[in-house]
């Protein structure tokens, strides 16, 4: 037998498209995502309606609710005229004084309040309001589980008063809201309830009820803190006095007597020790110039004039420095005298001895001086000594006293604190007294709570929102599980990229049951006609009746799939077979040999399915014999074979026979090949039904006899997977492969799975040129010649 190897132009489809799509892995298809939401938008739009219809049941079942709203506001401001404060602006309550304000509105304790003021213990339609149908279930729930859990019941005892106060505090507290307004000092309280009027009498109170509250715990704090104030200030008052006398009598018993706010031994010790330094700065200066003027005198006469030029800018030296003046004048005036006239002129000889009688008398003027600074040296050293005794006598004295005033300073400090203390608590005592004479919250009210006029829930608008989005949301997700779940072969592409087939077209769907499913007759669905009004059809000529249908276009495209790749062949073997039972290979084989044996080729049709000869019952006649008695050549297979009289197609039958059991080893058999070529020496076309493709081994074991195999495959119902695990486990059938046609297509649905570039997109604009689309008239049976 010849073998058929795969298209190489399907391969290269199929490895373009598989590079195509590695490139665009990481790439979002907005056309596929488009594509996708066409192909679901009846699921989606389905589940929006049912989550529309959902959300509209519960608007009708449900109880509305009507909603009050007040607003309080927190002002210090407000008790300005009651506290003795200065005209600045007081500090506005933190974060932590707001929210402690919330929590006393949400306290049992002011809606116990709430239900004492408005009598709600005597209210019924408060005590026992209407409950809705979700509310009965709620209830009804809770109940069952207290039960099982055993957790104790919460009926109220309706005869204690007591008991009926705090039920009905509870449900105040269950309609109550409070929060706070943004950033600001504002606080919103709201209140929920079944009667619109009920929630505005209820918001309105719970606002006056909590300023009241508020105005009676300031009056009972300050009523408290001036008692308690007043009742401190006499032992505070008692304890300052005491300890003051005490202080007094320490300072007095230990001569701790003070001038100018200090003590007098301290005084005395500050003025010696500063007559002491300023004693000591003379000692240093008489010291000092007394040393100049001895070592200057301790030089001699002869160097007395040039040393005093020293002395020049110290006090008491202007006649020394009269006489150095004159003396350098003297001088000047002999050298001249001797430059002119020698040295023993004699007016030479006199200014020489007026020098030497000058320089006696300076010598002499620095020795009184040396002998004052000498005796002024003397009297500030000694002074110096006296006051350094003075001042150690003064020290000792001052210690003493010293360690008696740390004691003093003690209890000074003692009667400091408790008269400071006693002040600030009469200061307090009078503010307490000034505020409870002045009662004023720092609250106030700015928007007064009235009667709703329309419920607060439902939202019907809201509802019906929600609802919508999550039936549009439900919807997507079962329409993303059921893309997730699609793995059935839908169009031409998933047969060439999966499998890297050709692709041979397509058969549109008929309704009713097909001849695998004992049925003769099937009705083609159109979008002209519907289908439970169109004429039964006899499926077995369809394409034979409608020659420019689009299933005789997938035909013809089989035939021409046979002829290019099995060129050479004079007899061509062809094989139709399936995957899965019931997918359409019978009524293809008989339409392609109807077809082929239409156009004038001579045609052989044989049924080879020989377990469920789903072929052999399509047509209207009951043969005795067929291929089985051919095969074992009880007679001539020629005798056997039953001519349709119109298009004069070859039949060869098949008898199912109940105790025959090895229908492979007749299909492989030499016999078989040996019919086989006896029918290629007479017929160019050899269709045969072969049975469907898996656990049966039927087509496997007539595989080496067909030249070329066409695949059928159920549009929407045939896995891809199995089709591909099939063709790979049977390596002898898949090279033989011609193509794969897919059967009873929903062609409406088609341009679902398509992108926007594909042929199959464009399907509707072909229509033109298949003018058979309509569905027949009724014709009698299509066998009825044979």
Known sequence: MHQINIPVSSRMDAKVKSEHDQADENFIDLERLLTIAKRQ???VIAAALAGLLIGAVYIVMAK?????????????????????????????????????????????????KVAIKEKLDENVFFMNPPQSLALRLKSAVRTIVGLFGGGMGSNVDLDDKAARIGYAASLLQEGLYVERQGRSFVIDLTYTSGDAALAGKLAKAYADVYLSDQLDANYDATERATIWLQSRLTNLKESSQAAALEAERFRAANGLTSAKGALVSEQQLSDLNSQLILAQADTARSRALYGQFKSIVDSGPEKAVTNASVLSEQSGTSVIETLRTRYLTVSKREQEIVSHFGENHAQAVTLRSEKQEIARQIFQELKQLTESYRNQFEVAQSRETSLREGLGKVTGETSVANEALVHLKELEQNSEALSNLYRTYLTRF???????????????????????????????????????????????????????????????????????LKFLGYVPSFEGPPNERKSTRWELSTASVPASTAPPVNV????????????????????????????????????????????????VAANLALQLSAKGASTLLIDADLRNPGLT????????????????????????????????????????HKHFQYTS??????????????????????????????????????????????????????PRALVRSVLQAETHILPKVLGIILNRTDMKELSKYTSFGSSEHFMERYSNYYLDQAIPKPKPAAHESI
């Open 617 to 656: 019952r399509s047509f209207s006649f009951t043969p005795q014999r067929g291929l089985v008695q051919a095969v074992l050549g009880d007679q001539p297979w020629q005798s056997m074979l039953k001519i349709d009289r119109r298009t004069k197609l070859a039949i060869l039958p098949a008898v199912l």
């Open 430 to 500: 009078q503010e307490a007294s000034q505020q409870q004479s002045f009662p004023i919250a720092k609250a106030r009210i700015i928007s007064i709570a009235t009667m709703p006029s329309a419920p607060s829930s439902p939202n019907r608008t809201m509802v019906l929102a929600l609802a919508l989005v999550l039936g549009v949301l439900t919807g997507m997700g079962i329409g993303a599980v059921r893309e997730f779940r699609e793995r059935f072969f839908r169009v031409g592409d998933d047969v060439r990229s999966l499998l890297g």
């Open 41 to 43: 938008a009846r699921v």
């Open 540 to 587: 077995t000529r369809m394409a034979v009746e409608n020659p420019s249908s689009v299933f005789a276009e997938t035909l013809r495209n089989a035939k021409i799939a046979a002829d290019v790749v099995l060129q050479g062949h004079k007899s061509k073997v062809l094989g139709i077979i399936s995957v899965l039972p019931h997918e359409g290979k019978s009524t």
């Open 64 to 112: 509305p609710h009507y909603t009050a709203a007040t607003s309080i506001l927190l002002d210090d401001t407000l008790g300005k005229f009651a506290d003795d404060v200065s005209p600045a602006p007081s500090n506005m309550q933190s974060d932590t004084t707001i929210l402690s304000q919330i929590a006393i509105l949400r306290s049992a304790e002011l809606a116990t």
């Open 665 to 718: 080893e007749l299909l492989s058999s030499e016999a078989m090949e040996k019919l086989l070529n006896e029918a290629r020496s007479s017929f160019e076309y050899i269709i045969v039904d072969l049975p469907p493709l898996g656990p049966v081994v039927d087509a496997k074991a007539f595989a080496p006899f067909v030249d070329g195999f066409v695949m059928v495959a159920h549009w929407g119902n045939t």
